[in-house]
């Protein structure tokens, strides 16, 4: 138990899943999972454990945001022992080419600001994945019939950015799509020796305004989900 996570030494796996939503964690764990079991409720912060494919897994919220995503990441790697966190949200493309429920693989994370900024002083850190997880990602997505983008995306500390200029040099440079957590999960990731990855669904894009309905997006998200239990246990 920490002061965030109130599950009993062994009651979370080696492998968690970390979608920002409490409660998609909640579904993503009552629908892929067998034999589940809530091992977290601290402020409302929703954690369970189940099995996939007769391995362990732990569904765990992180919160929205690079802060919130760094409490819970810390904890779990450092005092529960998880040692591969997979995030699984949501995101905005960025680029013409990706759309509307595609899968976006990120291989980097771009930001203005994290958490572990402080850490880094004067060098610049390129927070990307673990390299095993992300080619296991890719092969999952394929075997499933999709064809995932992957490359570089942007880690924003602010939801409401107004800074059209800073979108503009993002989309020339070929950033993907843009959250709000994965540099942060890589940068805390490589500082204690787990692994990392980011699979994220495309639920609105910046350039069209186009989005994805809210009661559209669980049936959207599976794809997800099954591309990073498969990319965990490769």
Same mark, same amino acid.
């Given at each position: ?8 030494? /062994? ?8 979608? &920002?939503?409490?409660?998609? +964690?909640?579904?993503? #764990? ?19 454990? &189940? ?17 919130? !995503?760094?409490?819970? #990441?810390?904890? !779990? ?7 591969? !966190? ?5 995101? /905005? =493309?960025?680029?013409?080419?990706? =759309? ?5 693989? =990120?291989?980097? #994370?771009?930001? !203005? ?5 402080? $850490?880094? *002083? ?7 994945? %673990?390299? /095993? @997880?992300?080619?296991? +990602?890719? %092969?999952?997505?394929?075997?499933? /019939? ?18 059209? %200029? ?8 070929? $950033? ?16 204690? *020796? ?7 669904? $495309?639920?609105?894009?910046? &350039?069209? &305004?186009? =989005?994805?309905?809210? %009661? ?12 990073? @239990?498969?990319?965990?246990? +490769?």
């Amino acid at each position: 138990m920490t002061i965030h996570i109130g599950a009993k030494p /062994g009651e979370i796996a080696e492998t968690v899943l970390m979608p &920002g939503d409490p409660y998609r +964690a909640k579904w993503a #764990a009552e629908t892929f999972l067998s034999d589940v079991r809530m091992v977290n409720e601290v402020r409302g912060m929703l954690g369970f454990t &189940g099995v996939w494919n007769d391995h362990r897994v732990t569904m765990h919220g992180s919160g929205m945001g690079m802060p919130s !995503l760094s409490i819970y #990441a810390n904890e !779990l790697i450092r005092d529960h022992g998880a040692k591969t !966190l997979i995030r699984i949200g949501s995101a /905005g =493309a960025m680029q013409d080419r990706v =759309a509307i429920r595609d899968i976006v693989i =990120a291989m980097t #994370a771009s930001t !203005l600001s994290t958490p572990s900024r402080g $850490i880094f *002083g004067d060098l610049n850190f390129a927070p990307c994945a %673990d390299w /095993g @997880l992300l080619r296991a +990602a890719v %092969d999952a997505a394929e075997a499933k /019939g999709v064809e995932p983008h992957v490359g570089g995306i942007y880690s924003s500390d602010v939801f409401y950015d107004e800074r059209d %200029d800073l979108r503009e040099v993002m989309v020339r440079h070929g $950033i993907l799509a843009v959250e709000m957590e994965a540099a942060e999960l890589y940068s805390v990731a490589a500082r204690h *020796g787990a692994r990392a990855l980011a699979v994220l669904t $495309i639920s609105d894009h910046l &350039g069209s &305004g186009e =989005a994805l309905p809210s %009661d559209e997006r669980e049936r959207s998200f599976g794809d997800m989900v099954e591309i990073a @239990l498969a990319a965990a246990f +490769a």
